[in-house]
């Protein structure tokens, strides 16, 4: 299995780009989770599915942030416009039996 | 928030010696879990506990559970220098499938 899987692992954009970043979760896994983490605020839970189906999305920070999951295997989140503050490292993670697999994360930074 | 707090926040010990670190939470929980993450990597399940226990092992970790302190600690006995990471608590709301995470432990172990 090659666990959970994230791309791009790293990424450097200019302010206002739009930016997409991209999760395969495990096979078999039904909710997957997106996180940010940064030195000041931590580990920051952004947004969740359950089945494909978007269940709590009260982290995500703005009307920039957007994430999809339109199957079982893949997930988005784009944030357009970008800003500096969105300069973070995003986690993708999914789960099975309560337990979080986590990908190893998109380093973004926004110039 | 429902974010956890750990303490203490950095932690620096002798190889072979043992290490514990705290978690508080705020809400009824439905269960505990706590993850490690090396530098610049995801974070790595360890262990989860159930709110109707107490304690519970795997390895050389322990962990206990006091649900009326709305507390835990993770204990890593006879400590080695590959257990130096950054743990993370994460609770689960009762009634919900969200995984909050604690502002971590940073470990050390000097060989």
């Known amino acids: 299995d090659a666990g959970v899987i994230q791309s791009p692992r790293h990424e450097v954009t200019e302010m206002g780009q739009e930016v997409t970043l991209r999760c395969k979760p495990i096979?078999?896994?039904?909710?997957l989770f997106w996180y940010r983490q940064t030195m000041m605020r931590g580990l920051e839970l952004l947004i969740y599915?359950?089945?494909?189906?978007?269940?709590?999305d009260s982290g995500m920070p703005e009307d920039r942030f957007s994430a999809k999951m339109p199957n079982a295997s893949f997930s988005t989140l784009k944030i357009q416009p970008s800003e500096p503050r969105d300069s973070a490292v995003y986690f993708c993670?999914?789960?099975?039996?309560?337990?979080?697999?986590f990908g190893s994360g998109t380093q973004l930074s926004v110039l | 928030s429902q974010q956890g707090e750990e303490d203490p926040q950095a932690l620096s010990i002798q190889e072979g010696e043992n290490a514990t670190m705290n978690c508080s939470y705020k809400?009824?929980?439905?269960?505990l879990q706590w993850y490690r993450q090396n530098s610049g990597r995801g974070l790595v399940h360890l262990i989860l506990?159930?709110?109707?226990?107490r304690e519970k092992h795997s390895g050389r970790l322990r962990v206990t559970l006091d649900t009326s302190k709305k507390s835990s600690s993770l204990l890593i006995t006879a400590s080695r220098a590959a257990d130096t990471a950054s743990y993370f608590c994460?609770?689960?709301?009762?009634?919900?499938?969200?995984?909050?995470f604690g502002t971590g432990t940073r470990l050390k172990v000097l060989a």
């Open positions: 993670a999914s789960s099975v039996e309560e337990k979080l697999f």
């Open positions: 096979s078999g896994h039904n909710s």
């Open positions: 599915f359950n089945n494909n189906v978007p269940i709590d």
């Open positions: 809400t009824s929980i439905n269960n």
């Open positions: 506990i159930r709110s109707n226990e």
């Open positions: 994460a609770t689960e709301a009762s009634g919900t499938y969200k995984y909050i």
